[in-house]
């Protein structure tokens, strides 16, 4: 038999790793002194503590490893636990491809401008919306900072609170800066939904905007009308990382008092990555 320091030097694990492994019953010794409490192991155990070595490389969990050892898994089993793992390491490449691009660019951006830039973009997922929609035409957009003013109006006069921010939705195939119409949306369960539609004569529709995986975010602090830098950075952004436009582009109102300069507004665009 071999005390557990030998046994650890042999297979080049620390003795802390045998000590845990013992602990989770993985691989036990194949003996423990009553007296001292000192484990021993013997050569016949390497080739398991080999296979656990191997599953660990594997990037295996250490209960999936008990699983296979003690209970058994079939081919077809192990196969699977196996896939899981391959598509789990695909998708950090891939994050971490995406992560290699921004920093490319950033480095790109700074080698061409001494200057941090004024905003930043995030990616992140957005969950699907349901609430109730005002359509805004070209005569109606004439004051640009009070678009969202009708819908809260509304909401105030029949007593229904939004459970999230409203948003403008920007109609996908038209201009940017020069939109002949807009969606102002809020958010609103499914009840208000209800109530709101059959008592605004006709002024509000039932919207169901789709969840993304991937939202561009982008922050633009000041006066609302003012805010075509920030379409601008993020456009810039998109570009430079790769990345194509997949849905109409979204603006929430963070915050909004009685002076516009101090308001906060996010602008989101739905991305995925160029192929």
């Known amino acids: 038999?071999?005390?557990?320091?030998?046994?650890?030097?042999?297979?080049?694990?620390?003795?802390?790793?045998?000590?845990?492994?013992?602990?989770?019953?993985?691989?036990?010794?194949?003996?423990v002194d009553p007296a001292t409490g000192y484990r021993f192991y013997t050569m016949d155990q390497l080739p398991q503590l080999h296979r656990i070595l191997a599953?660990?490389?594997?990037?295996l969990g250490l209960t999936e490893i008990v699983k296979i050892l003690d209970e058994g898994v079939s081919p077809e089993a192990f196969q699977g636990m196996l896939r899981l793992r391959q598509a789990q390491l695909q998708y950090q490449m891939q994050a971490e491809r995406e992560q290699l691009t921004r920093i490319e660019a950033r480095l790109h951006s700074l080698d061409n401008n001494s200057c941090m830039p004024?905003?930043?973009?995030?990616?992140?997922?957005?969950?699907?919306?349901?609430?109730?929609?005002?359509?805004?035409?070209?005569?109606?957009?004439?004051?640009?900072?009070?678009?969202?003013?009708p819908v809260e109006a509304l909401l105030r006069r029949y007593g229904v609170k939004p459970v999230d921010h409203l948003l403008?939705?920007?109609?996908?195939?038209?201009?940017e800066h020069i939109p002949k119409s807009v969606e102002i949306v809020a958010p609103v369960t499914g009840s208000d939904a209800n109530?709101?539609?059959?008592?605004?004569?006709?002024?509000l529709t039932r919207c169901e905007l789709p969840a993304f995986s991937r939202m561009a975010s982008i922050l633009h602090p000041g006066h609302p009308a003012l805010v075509l830098p920030a379409y601008q950075a993020l456009g810039t952004w998109i570009e430079n990382n790769a990345y194509t436009i997949v849905g109409p582009r979204r603006k929430i109102r963070l915050r909004r008092g009685e002076n516009l300069d101090d308001a906060l507004t996010e602008i989101q665009f739905p991305i995925e990555k160029v192929v």
């Open 55 to 59: 599953y660990k490389e594997l990037g």
């Open 195 to 203: 109530l709101l539609i059959a008592c605004s004569d006709g002024q």
């Open 118 to 149: 004024a905003y930043e973009v995030v990616i992140k997922p957005v969950k699907s919306i349901t609430g109730v929609s005002l359509h805004l035409t070209m005569t109606d957009l004439a004051y640009h900072a009070h678009w969202i003013d």
């Open 168 to 175: 403008v939705l920007y109609a996908e195939s038209e201009d």
């Open 1 to 31: 038999m071999l005390k557990i320091r030998d046994f650890a030097k042999l297979a080049e694990v620390s003795i802390t790793t045998l000590r845990y492994y013992d602990e989770i019953g993985l691989l036990k010794p194949i003996h």
